[in-house]
């Protein structure tokens, strides 16, 4: 196993404490559109209006956390929608607090 998967696995495990902040390396970096390259993303703790937008911008449940954690690191949701399953399920562990899943 390559030290990159063993830093993944490790994140993995880790989640935020209530109020913090989350980096995130992609194991597979997107392409944004229009150009240029993400390679890791930053996740504020989402606040009510983050929530509440998501709620009303999107359907079913994917959707709302897509949306939600769309707006907590900055990038749009075409650009989230983006991301690999491998890193998806990672930001979802560490993000599970603020979802309610934590």
């Known amino acids: ?40 993303l930053t996740f504020d703790e989402p606040t009510i209006d983050d929530m509440i937008l998501a709620e009303e911008t999107s359907t079913g449940t994917n959707a709302h956390v897509v949306a ?16 690999k399953a491998r890193d998806y399920n990672v930001i979802l562990r560490k993000a599970g607090p603020w979802l309610g899943n934590g």
Do not use: W, Y
Not at 7 to 13: E, K, L, P, S
Not at 16 to 33: C, N
């Open 1 to 40: 196993m390559s030290s990159n998967q063993n830093q993944n696995t490790a994140a993995v495990t880790t989640s935020v404490d209530e109020g913090a902040q989350f980096s995130h390396t992609l194991i597979v970096p997107i392409q944004k559109d229009g150009g240029g390259t993400i390679s890791t």
């Open 68 to 83: 939600t954690l769309s707006r907590s690191c900055g990038i749009t949701q075409g650009d989230f929608r983006k991301i």
